[in-house]
């Protein structure tokens, strides 16, 4: 299967800084990726879609001002939290279709503790 | 609005033994269906996928899965459980390529030696 990649694997901040999470697709180009959030023992959520060259899609309640997703390629997608509080400390994933593959491939995951 | 529902949160089995963990969707039409694995801190691992076709599936690490229309489900097996089997199990559903996949909220296995 491709391959999805995401930098970095863990960030620890400190509350009221930004935080970039990069996921990349190594190996096909991605005109969708999806960004999930999961917090401890809880199934991942999606918090919103992303298609290269167009504004993200947020999922309800996830608020877009906090949780900006730029995707400037058909490789590249970048999660930034923004003033990251304690309550962001969760595990983000990232995902990408395309290239002509029927299913979604997820990166390994970026872990944020926000002190 | 589509749906996963895992029955069971937590299943204890003892190693050697067989498993069957459940999965229920709602949605109008047959979505892509799947079964990731997650081990503690770490990513998703696919088990298996079912897209069309043949209605049992063959996965990795010796799983295979069995879609039921007629019941709305995809349940996860496997005829012998392994102690490197313990970890959390999560169906999902696509309604289609390029679509959002929507998760259970997990099934936790733990093996008894």
């Known amino acids: 299967g491709a391959v999805v990649s995401q930098h970095p694997s863990r960030v620890i901040c400190k509350s009221g800084t930004s935080v970039k999470i990069e996921c990349r697709s190594l190996d096909f180009q991605a005109t969708t990726m999806f960004w999930y959030r999961q917090f401890p023992k809880q199934s991942l959520m999606l918090m919103a879609t992303s298609n290269e060259g167009s504004k993200a899609t947020y999922e309800q309640g996830v608020e877009k001002d906090k949780f900006l997703i730029n995707h400037a390629s058909l490789t590249l997608s970048t999660l930034t939290v923004t003033s990251a509080h304690p309550e962001d400390s969760s595990f983000y994933i990232c995902?990408?279709?395309?290239?002509?593959?029927?299913?979604?491939?997820f990166g390994p995951g970026t872990r944020l503790t926000v002190l | 609005a589509q749906s996963v529902t895992q029955p069971d949160i937590h299943i204890t089995v003892s190693e050697g033994a067989s498993l069957e963990l459940r999965c229920n969707y709602s949605y109008g039409a047959t979505p892509y269906l799947f079964w990731y694995v997650q081990s503690p801190g770490q990513g998703l691992q696919l088990l298996l996928k079912?897209?069309?076709?043949?209605?049992l599936v063959q996965g990795i690490k010796g799983f295979e899965a069995e879609f039921k229309r007629s019941q709305s489900s995809f349940n996860l097996r496997k005829p012998s459980v392994h102690w490197s089997d313990a970890a959390e199990y999560f169906c999902a559903v696509e309604r289609t390529s390029y679509d959002k996949v929507i998760f259970g909220p997990g099934t936790s296995l733990s093996v008894i030696p």
């Open positions: 995902s990408a279709s395309g290239g002509g593959h029927n299913e979604q491939f």
């Open positions: 079912y897209f069309s076709g043949d209605t």
